[in-house]
């Protein structure tokens, strides 16, 4: 015996034609059930298919209706109203609202030859808007730094002694650890190979060589932009979240004075000194490597040191964090600037601000390396 409530769908021939009468529950509770779903899917399928502009459909035979009922019919239907439904009228609005609010499925779109060359400009257009507003952030940084010079007394240190704090001296653990090790790894590695020269001495040449000049400077960059560049960005674009940029503009504060210029001022002071941080603990590492894999002993590594590199190579390295740590603000602040006011965007921008900041580190590392050779440092 049929279950009344049971959904199902019967065929009836009457003088206007072929009908297609609804009946049963058409509730959720109902439909879940797995034998009565895949029967009710089946039986739409067929009367979908084998519907002629002439058959009719009766609905004011349905028990009960919900949104998951009128959802099945809208989408067997095929998104469009039958030629001729009869139905009550809280039928009819229930359907009209699934047909309001019920996405529409994506369009095909056919792939051209000229996608990809469309997607190429698209990337370079976008890559062309960054620059210019990096660019525009970079002349507001220097306005404001002229601000600072000629009206010190307003100038927000508070802003940026808590910077220096956050950025600087919290880094010093994690930046020491990293160099330490990264010093102890690359005197074991190169112990292995000057013991087969017997050019043991020469490991106070390419340590000093590679860890003052390239590694520690870099490594010192890459953690910041890692830790406190993605800081900058989430702490802007949390601001607007939160519309505080939004309120910072109706107030008359300029952001670039109070945001991005503590932050740029506190980066190019505190790299430089967590710089010769990170590349001592990396010396201090390959020394202590040293001294176990090939008998090099603390005091001449020490006096070594000085004589293997210049004092140029410090000056350069050096100079070189300070623009990295400038770099690295920008950056920060340039992506957080851009987040609009969704958690999605939020972490994407933060995402995009390391990964930028790291390769412009990286690529600056290298502009660096080719201009100074060329003069001879």
């Not at 089946?42 to 009960?64: E, V, Y």
């Not at 309001?100 to 400009?121: E, I, N, W, Y």
């Not at 390959?286 to 004589?307: H, K, V």
């Not at 992506?335 to 690529?363: D, Y």
């Amino acid at each position: 015996m049929i279950d009344p409530a049971s959904p199902r769908i019967e065929q009836q021939l009457t003088p206007e034609g072929l009908t297609y009468v609804v009946l049963g529950a058409w509730t959720a509770a109902e439909l879940a059930r797995k034998p009565v779903w895949q029967t009710i899917s089946t039986q739409l399928a067929a009367a979908t298919a084998s519907a002629s502009g002439h058959a009719r459909w009766q609905l004011s035979g349905i028990q009960q209706l919900d949104h998951l009922g009128a959802q099945l019919l809208w989408t067997h239907w095929g998104r469009a109203w039958p030629a001729h439904v009869e139905m009550a009228a809280r039928q009819r609005g229930l359907i009209e609202t699934i047909e309001k609010f019920a996405a529409q499925p994506a369009a095909a779109t056919r792939t051209s030859r000229a996608a990809p060359v469309a997607m190429l400009g698209a990337r370079a257009l976008g890559m062309l808007d960054h620059i210019k507003s990096l660019t525009r952030l970079i002349g507001q940084l220097l306005l404001d730094i002229l601000r600072l010079i000629r009206r010190p007394h307003e100038g927000p240190w508070r802003d940026l002694s808590g910077h220096l704090y956050h950025i600087g001296a919290t880094a010093l653990p994690i930046t020491a650890l990293v160099g330490f090790l990264i010093g102890v790894v690359l005197a074991y590695l190169m112990a292995q190979q000057l013991k087969q020269f017997g050019a043991d001495t020469f490991i106070v040449n390419i340590l000093g060589i590679s860890l003052i000049r390239e590694l520690g400077p870099v490594l010192a960059a890459v953690l910041i932009a890692g830790r406190s560049g993605s800081a900058i960005t989430a702490q802007i674009g949390v601001m607007r979240v939160t519309e505080e940029l939004d309120a910072m503009r109706v107030m008359g504060i300029a952001r670039g004075y109070r945001l991005v210029m503590p932050r740029a001022l506190a980066l190019a002071v505190v790299m430089p000194l967590i710089s010769v941080w990170t590349t001592s603990a990396a010396l201090l590492g390959g020394m202590l490597a040293s001294d176990i894999a090939l008998g090099i002993t603390p005091s001449f590594f020490i006096n070594a040191l000085p004589a293997a590199v210049d004092a140029a190579n410090l000056t350069l390295a050096t100079c070189k964090s300070v623009v990295f740590g400038l770099l690295i603000a920008l950056v920060g602040c340039h992506f957080g600037l851009r987040v609009k006011p969704n958690t999605e965007s939020l972490g994407q921008g933060t995402t995009a601000s390391v990964v930028t900041s790291i390769t412009v580190v990286i690529l600056v590392d290298a502009l660096f390396a080719v201009l100074f050779k060329d003069i001879g440092i």
